[in-house]
């Protein structure tokens, strides 16, 4: 579990660091960022960990994302893995497309080929990387969360729902709440999971809550000019599943704002300050 | 002065935007970020100008700045202008380095053949963009503050003290003092100025000081693990000029800060609380 420093700065009084190691669970190079806030030393501290949307790297949230003066408040590690495996041996969409492929990982372990052998960011993120985290960060794993954006949206859902207990606060910021119903996901679940939908309803949130999956509650922000909005996202899902659950959920529309970091980085000490309250009683 | 819009996001409440218009100054298309506050309809808020280092555009600190949550707080409207004219009718440093020509245009009116038909940004940031934001923006031009990074903090130095009056408040981030004293400056500005030394004095921070230039107050910050800190910026040489001037300087020195924006935003909201301060007053 050997860690290589790609960088490391000074920010907020911590260190933003990026590292990459070898993964055993997609058999590629993976490189993700962790800004470890001030601390006394000896100290271990809460983790939050953000799932980054279609197309990202760790890089987009880490330079864009604004976490890092609510983290330092709060005394949270940020932990942004990357999107994908990516290497001169992993497969593409075939035509490059964003929504597929590099970039586009959707958080699942692919089981069609030529996807199945390095498309396995379900077991990097639940398995993998947490123990590389608990192994070279100073990170009280007994208090950790999950947030995301879009993909990472529905990442952050569905890892927490198929994880009860693991994370104090789920919270996502234009999520992809039901891709078995959408285009994004229409593409990306047979291509990676192949035709039987059956198999895709664990990487479904509104299909994991409607099969009895629970979480106490969930804060969701979705911008009301976001151009993925009524076509991709579809928040109602959401509501109504989480009505029908008795999930507690704060869906907030936000009026006017996009899909873009200057949403995300608008709303994120929020997110930050609700996730530190939950991670610290 | 017609003014094109590339592109709006709502962000913090407010609209960050970025525009170009085709600048007479520099007889160039120039492109610039606003981000406006949240205001009441019909008010006028203090403007803060911010001036970038080598390399920048104004994207730079418009997605790494981590200014808005600030500016909105303090109802600061924030320009961020490009570092240097482009375009194809350009010149450029011959062997295309980094810190001479596109990128690099050190915030002043050049003389020089092939750079001084376009290379005006002196004229720019001081005359034609002032009159651009107070015609488009809900702009109270009878209270700006200025401050910048590294190339664009002697930018900020030297503008604000050639106009003595026309800024409350002047700052910088790791900036150049004493450029004819530096290799950056020793190259930059015999190229743009020619080899002259007397024409370099008003684009040199502490050279203006010792003519007699005043400002009641200055603030900077420096990052102790800024690689260029030795070299390039030799921070104690304002100081020196400062304290024979007797202008009340507040040179912060960041202990393991380097010279990246994970410096600059670490101390952004400190500076524009410092700016507010003396902008409201």
Same mark, same amino acid.
């Given at each position: 579990m050997a860690l290589e420093t790609i960088s490391t700065a000074r920010a907020h009084g911590g260190v933003q660091g990026v590292y990459a190691h070898a993964s055993a669970a997609t058999s590629t190079r993976m490189e993700f960022s962790v800004f470890v806030p001030p601390h006394e030393p000896g100290a271990t501290l809460p983790v939050v960990w953000y799932l980054s949307g279609l197309t990202c790297t760790q890089a987009n949230v880490t330079e864009k994302g604004e976490f890092r003066a609510a983290c330092a408040e709060h005394g949270l590690i940020f932990v942004?893995?990357?999107?994908?495996?990516?290497?001169?041996?992993?497969?593409?969409?075939?035509?490059?497309?964003?929504?597929?492929?590099?970039?586009?990982?959707?958080?699942?372990?692919?089981?069609?080929?030529?996807? &199945?052998?390095?498309?396995?960011?379900?077991? *990097?993120?639940?398995?993998? /990387?947490? %123990?590389?985290? #608990?192994?070279?960060?100073?990170?009280?794993?007994a208090r950790q969360s999950i947030l995301g954006h879009s993909m990472g949206g529905h990442g952050a859902l569905t890892v927490s729902l198929r994880n009860p207990g693991r994370f104090r606060a789920t919270s996502a910021f234009a999520p992809i709440v039901a891709p078995s119903l959408v285009p994004w996901g229409r593409k990306a679940l047979p291509g990676y999971l192949g &035709?039987?939908?059956?198999?895709?309803?664990? *990487?479904?949130?509104?299909? /994991?809550? %409607?099969?009895? #999956?629970?979480?106490?509650?969930?804060?969701?922000?979705?911008?009301?000019?976001?151009?993925?909005?009524?076509?991709?996202?579809?928040?109602?899902?959401?509501?109504?599943?989480?009505?029908?659950?008795?999930?507690?959920?704060?869906?907030?529309?936000?009026?006017?704002?996009?899909?873009?970091?200057?949403?995300?980085?608008?709303?994120?000490?929020?997110h930050l300050a609700w996730h530190a309250a939950r991670l610290k009683g």
């Amino acid at each position: 579990m050997a860690l290589e420093t790609i960088s490391t700065a000074r920010a907020h009084g911590g260190v933003q660091g990026v590292y990459a190691h070898a993964s055993a669970a997609t058999s590629t190079r993976m490189e993700f960022s962790v800004f470890v806030p001030p601390h006394e030393p000896g100290a271990t501290l809460p983790v939050v960990w953000y799932l980054s949307g279609l197309t990202c790297t760790q890089a987009n949230v880490t330079e864009k994302g604004e976490f890092r003066a609510a983290c330092a408040e709060h005394g949270l590690i940020f932990v942004a893995p990357d999107t994908s495996p990516r290497g001169p041996d992993v497969a593409d969409d075939p035509d490059g497309a964003y929504d597929f492929g590099l970039g586009a990982g959707f958080y699942l372990d692919a089981t069609e080929p030529p996807f &199945a052998p390095h498309y396995r960011m379900r077991s *990097y993120i639940e398995d993998e /990387l947490p %123990a590389v985290i #608990a192994a070279h960060f100073p990170a009280d794993m007994a208090r950790q969360s999950i947030l995301g954006h879009s993909m990472g949206g529905h990442g952050a859902l569905t890892v927490s729902l198929r994880n009860p207990g693991r994370f104090r606060a789920t919270s996502a910021f234009a999520p992809i709440v039901a891709p078995s119903l959408v285009p994004w996901g229409r593409k990306a679940l047979p291509g990676y999971l192949g &035709a039987d939908e059956t198999a895709w309803a664990e *990487y479904d949130a509104c299909a /994991l809550i %409607a099969a009895g #999956a629970r979480l106490p509650e969930i804060l969701v922000d979705q911008g009301t000019a976001d151009g993925f909005l009524d076509i991709q996202l579809q928040p109602h899902r959401l509501a109504e599943a989480c009505a029908a659950a008795r999930i507690d959920l704060t869906l907030r529309m936000q009026e006017g704002y996009d899909h873009s970091y200057y949403f995300i980085s608008s709303f994120m000490a929020d997110h930050l300050a609700w996730h530190a309250a939950r991670l610290k009683g």
